[in-house]
């Protein structure tokens, strides 16, 4: 949530959701980590704009400035093979087909080709894997770990002696 709007609690909002119609007037949303109902959604400039139950004015919305509107994870969709929902990678331990310890991924970055993961090091400068097939050669949810190939240039990141 950005900034407020108006004085009846209206806070604007940038959706991040693939379903920009989930917010709507009757709609349940986490705020802050509990429910709240959405009670009203303005459409200024096109972004949306909402009061939620609670924070029925301008001084208590703009409390929210900077919070990250949520949904159960009951709600979340079903994803197709091969893919998943960054909360559910983020702290993945990353080892590389030969066994190699790498970090844990830390961060999903969205570029316009493929996402591409952060991988901290201990002591080490941050590993950035490419999510395409030819590196991702599993993911181990259940057990907390991503098995990646290491091509050519990956770990000294594409630096040559």
């Known amino acids: ?20 119609r989930r917010i709507q007037p009757g709609a349940v949303l986490l705020v802050r980590g509990e429910p709240r109902e959405v009670l009203d959604v303005r459409y200024p400039k096109g972004f949306p704009c909402v009061v939620f139950e609670g924070y029925e004015d301008a001084t208590a919305a703009n409390a929210l400035r900077g919070t990250l509107i949520e949904i159960e994870e009951a709600e979340l969709p079903d994803l197709g093979q091969d893919e998943y929902y960054v909360h559910d990678l983020v702290g993945l331990e990353v080892v590389s087909t030969e066994g190699e310890r790498l ?5 999903v970055l969205r570029t316009g080709a493929n996402d591409v993961y952060i991988v901290r090091r201990k002591g080490e400068r941050d590993l950035l894997i490419p999510a ?30």
Request: charged content about 20%; hydrophobic content about 40%.
């Open 1 to 20: 949530m950005n900034a407020t709007w108006g004085l009846r609690g209206h806070v604007k909002v940038t959706p991040l959701t693939s379903n920009p």
């Open 103 to 107: 970090g844990r991924l830390a961060e």
């Open 132 to 161: 395409i097939g030819d590196v991702i050669a599993e993911v181990d949810l259940s057990g907390g770990r991503m098995v990646v190939e290491l091509l050519p240039g990956l770990l000294d990141g594409g630096e040559s002696e």
